[in-house]
Every structure is written in structure tokens, then in C-alpha cells.
């Protein structure tokens, strides 16, 4: 079974800075998809990025990129330009590929984001 | 655009009643998942349809709880009888295929 593992429970950032977030998974897979969800205090999980692992290039979105670093299973997220909304629990995911289907979503235990104006 | 629609988004209720959270997926979308929140297990799992069809229920703690998805626009999960411990809050997502998940807005529910 594949599992998820974010070794930061808590973070901090001050506004305007930059701030990466990590993220270690397991899995004997070589296809795969990878995610980091974002939860404000409303609960609401939003995407943030998603990666394909066949993928070599990272993805990036806005001030949000990763770093998929595929030998090592780590899929780090950098925040740049932090803002105060970014402050919220961020989840890193990891999802099974399967051309018969959709697959679940195994996250990590989440790490927590504060943003210091 | 409506998004995955949850209901209620609170539930408080008392041990051994009846509880029923629905769902309703994003038009379109052939995969449901239900989710459950809490602070020492995180978000797991429950049960999983593709096609309106469960595909994993293995995630659904014991026979008190059980999930149903009658058609491609609705899914309950109810728990009878309800415990304390069932307290959480509790996902609903859709999603079709080779596309990421979408999430309601969640139930938290608590049993007294």
C-alpha cells in the first residue's frame, strides 16, 4: 500500500517571503499522480497542484510550484510571495494511475501554514 | 457551475440514532469518493464507486456503516447505530476521469 508522509506538522512564513513544504511518498508504482491540497479554516479542500509522474518537468501555478523529484519520492512544495490567505492546512496526496478507472486519494497527515504579516 | 454538493454541513445527534449524509457528484462525473476527517487518523478513505458501481469499501469502518449511489447524480452514506466515535467531518468528491478530485463542502458530525 502506498503511504504519505509529511514530516512537518507546522509551519511558518513571513508574508511576502518564500516557503517550501515537504513531502515524502512510497509506493513500488511507476505511474502515478501526485497532489497537494490546500484547507482553510472553512474546510473546503481546494487543489492546489497536481503532477503526473511520467512528467520530468515540474508543475507550477502562479506563486505555487513543486519539486518532484521521482528517484527519491519527494514532492516538495514551494509558496513564493507568500500571502496571508495562503495561511491554512496543506495536504500532499498521492493517487494510483489505472487505465480502467479512477483511483482514490492516500494523503499525508498535513502540514499546518501560518503567514506572519 | 455547481460543485459537489454536501448536506447537511452539520449534523449533532445523539448515540444509537440514525445519521445520513448525501451527496450530489458534479454533473458529468463518473467517479464518487467518500472521505473522513478526523484529527488522529486524518483524511481516509471510506468507499469509492466508478460507474455507480463500489469498487473499494474496505475504508467503511464496521457494518454500522454502509454506502449507497442509486444513480450518477446521488450518493448517501448513513450510519445505524451512530457512536461517539463516529464523530468527524466527512468528505464527499467527485471526479471523472484522469482528472483531479473536486470536494463538497463536507458534514461535520457529531454524536453526543
Known amino acids: 500500500a502506498q503511504t504519505v508522509t509529511q514530516s512537518q506538522p507546522e509551519m511558518s512564513v513571513q508574508e511576502a517571503e518564500t516557503v517550501t513544504l515537504s513531502c515524502t511518498y512510497d509506493?513500488?508504482?511507476?505511474?502515478?499522480?501526485l497532489f497537494w491540497y490546500k484547507q482553510p479554516p472553512s474546510r473546503q479542500m481546494i487543489l492546489v497542484i497536481r503532477q503526473e509522474a511520467y512528467k520530468q518537468q515540474n508543475a507550477t501555478e502562479n506563486r505555487f510550484s513543486v519539486n518532484f523529484q521521482k528517484a527519491a519520492k519527494s514532492f516538495s512544495l514551494k509558496i513564493s510571495d507568500s500571502q496571508l490567505g495562503d495561511a491554512a492546512m496543506y495536504f500532499c496526496a498521492y493517487r494510483t494511475y489505472r487505465n480502467s478507472g479512477n483511483t482514490p486519494l492516500v494523503f499525508g497527515k498535513g502540514t499546518r501554514l501560518s503567514v506572519i504579516a | 457551475d455547481a460543485g459537489v454538493i454536501q448536506s447537511p454541513r452539520h449534523e449533532v445527534t445523539e448515540m444509537g440514532q440514525e445519521v445520513t449524509l448525501r451527496c450530489k457528484p458534479i454533473?458529468?462525473?463518473?467517479?464518487l469518493f467518500w472521505y473522513r476527517q478526523t484529527m488522529m487518523r486524518g483524511l481516509e478513505l471510506l468507499i469509492y464507486?466508478?460507474?455507480?458501481?463500489?469498487?473499494?469499501d474496505s475504508g467503511m469502518p464496521e457494518d454500522r456503516f454502509s454506502a449507497k449511489m442509486p444513480n450518477a447524480s446521488f450518493s448517501t452514506l448513513k450510519i445505524q447505530p451512530s457512536e461517539p466515535r463516529d464523530s468527524a467531518v466527512y468528505f464527499c468528491a467527485s471526479s471523472t476521469y484522469g482528472q483531479p478530485q473536486h470536494f463538497g463542502d463536507g458534514t461535520r458530525l457529531s454524536i453526543l
Open positions: 454533473s458529468g462525473h463518473n467517479s
Open positions: 464507486f466508478n460507474n455507480n458501481v463500489p469498487i473499494d
Open positions: 509506493t513500488s508504482e511507476s505511474d502515478y499522480y
